[in-house]
């Protein structure tokens, strides 16, 4: 049952004074039930001059509305003050955190967008069939990483993305990873001095449903990994890419590897232009082929090049990690190179942001290079997991 706040205002006529006491609901409730790591919307009817939601004698927020969220099952107190000089009000009520009726699942449930830049693998992971739209091809990519299924999907050159959720909200536990991704980097073994391979380093970001409306259309914060204050890191970055003209004549080059040097063309907001050959070991479309447009434009954070051709002749390539925070850049075997702490969120401008838990995660190429025969550097992926969720065997997704 809502309780009421009675003011009593004193209206003045000709004829003298008279009060009258009008009633007005503040629109939260005595009791709330929810299961843990779901949201509770909670919004203050009544207006003032400041606001203050406490959670268990502790300060939370101070903004009209509030939304409550929970990892562990339990009764919690919670209190709401409206401060104003002329009508303070204040407002004690309880939220019980219950399990929830369907367990949880640690791994991906949901992908909610995949737009890849162009790339070596695009059209083959996952594969494009003809006649396939942008839904079949949404619906293959979450089929290919959702669960444990383990398929790898590609992202394509820089700023190619997915976009994929859980089927619960991600909390932030504090000095703990969060979640981790799995792709497919590996180390090689001829530079021991330090690790590298095949790094091809996503970035990733997270939005917290503020809103409660399920999509992921609330503000986006970056994961700030190693290098993201990194003097050769580019923020802001953008690059386009034209559709290549089917029935244009290819540029080989030399070596024998690249059956088009100046397959499909781009340019970034450094004033830089570039191409995305073609090479022989892939001879598919390297633009989504379900896609209607002939310019794909992408932003985001640009880390350094992470490549250097150890043989200087074009042949042996080595891709070097960054240290930790991004995806695809260490060997699955490394679970804590893998995982990502929520803590690490901060805005547009660099500045950290608290976010009590996360729903959506996206992940994006963070590079722009060609490594000759090797092709472009594109991230892939193939499967996520919150962890602090058990799977179906009752353990916690392995972290060392």
Known sequence: ????????????????????????????????????????PLESALTGEAYLWMVNGKKVSTDRSYVFIARDEGTYDLSFDIIDERTPYH?????????????????????????????????????????????????????????????MITLGGFGGYVTFGFDHSVINVPDEYDFRIWGNSFYELTDTSRKGGSAEPGIVMVSYDRNCNGLPDDEWYELAGSSYYDISTIHNYNVSYKRPDDNRIPVPDESGFLSDTEYIPWHDSEGTDGFIPMNIFHS?????????????????????????????????????????????????????LNSFKIDWAVDSN??????????????????????????????????????????????LPEIP
């Open 284 to 336: 598919q479309s390297y633009w989504p082929k379900w896609m209607e447009r002939d310019e794909l434009t992408f932003c985001g954070t640009r880390l350094p090049p992470n490549a250097v051709d150890t043989s200087g002749i074009g042949r042996y390539f080595i891709l070097y990690c960054f240290d930790w925070g991004y995806v695809d850049n260490h060997p699955n075997d490394y679970a804590d």
């Open 350 to 395: 660099g500045c950290h942001v608290d976010l009590p838990a996360i729903d959506f995660v996206r992940v994006y190429t963070g590079v722009n290079q060609y490594c000759g025969w090797l092709g472009e550097t594109s991230t892939e992926l193939c499967r996520a997991a919150d962890l602090h969720i058990e799977d179906l065997t009752g353990k």
């Open 1 to 40: 049952m809502n309780r009421k706040y009675f003011i009593y205002t004193g209206l003045i006529f000709l004829a003298g004074c008279a009060s009258e006491i009008p009633m007005v609901n503040l629109g939260i409730d005595d009791t709330y039930y929810i299961p843990r790591m779901s949201k509770l």
């Open 91 to 151: 407002f004690d009520f309880t939220v019980t955190v219950l399990h929830e009726e369907i367990e949880y699942s640690p791994y991906i449930s949901k992908v909610y967008e995949y737009n890849p830049a162009p790339g070596q693998f695009v059209n083959e992971m996952p594969r494009y069939e003809e006649g396939d739209s942008y839904a079949d091809i949404l619906q293959k990519a979450e089929e290919s990483i959702s669960g444990t299924n383990d398929i």
